[in-house]
């Protein structure tokens, strides 16, 4: 029922992304989307400063790349959107727990192919419309280009990413699909316990 490509899929779509504060300063200088560009080409910058050009890396190099690569998007609200209806019907604490164990197996999955995060990136367009953008970018990987597309949401002065479209593919009605048909069909708390056991079989893998 859960796709694996909904989970492994994130590296692709989440390798360039970032999460960006603007400084004041900066906002007042250039567009919003001028500013969003110059933060994400400096997270670029700072993962595959993490890659470095060994190929095998190490234990802390993996650490802090799952960490920059996974903490742009804003879980909990994937994870409302996902679960639809049936969010509004759990408890705070068990909406939570179903956001902890998802945003933890996309972290351990993020990274499975790490060459995924030397890819070119063409930032194609940024729009801002209130406390929404969307960013456009062409991924080039072992010489394919894909059209990614983000959109984020603003909380403060921080932008998460909230959606990610991979050839035209939602990634959050993904999500959406395949957890609250397993929901109809077995309960949340079978999906729970399905959830956790992808969970600990990717602990054990790492």
């Known amino acids: 029922m859960m796709s694996t490509r909904l989970y492994t899929s994130f590296a692709l779509l989440t390798f360039l992304f970032i999460t960006a504060t603007i400084p004041p300063v900066m906002a007042r200088q250039s567009s919003e989307s001028d500013a969003i560009r110059i933060m994400l080409e400096e997270r670029e910058r700072e993962i595959k400063a993490i890659l470095g050009t060994d190929q095998e890396l190490s234990d802390d190099q993996m650490a802090s790349l799952r960490t920059a690569v996974n903490d742009m998007f804003d879980f909990g609200a994937m994870g409302r959107e996902a679960l639809g209806r049936h969010w509004d019907e759990l408890s705070v604490e068990r909406q ?56 984020l949401q603003r909380t403060d002065a921080q932008w998460l990413a909230t959606d990610v479209v991979l050839d035209d593919v939602s990634t959050v009605e993904g999500y959406s699909r395949s957890f609250q048909s397993y929901i109809r069909k077995r309960g949340f708390d079978a999906l729970m316990d399905n959830l956790n056991k992808r969970l600990e079989q990717n602990r054990s893998r790492s």
């Open 96 to 151: 939570q727990a179903f956001v902890d164990v998802f945003s933890e197996i996309v972290r351990y999955q993020s990274l499975g192919d790490v060459d995924i995060y030397r890819a070119q990136v063409t930032y194609e367009e940024i729009t801002v419309s209130g406390d929404t953008a969307h960013v456009l970018t062409t991924t080039v990987y072992k010489d394919v280009p894909t059209v990614v597309a983000y959109t």
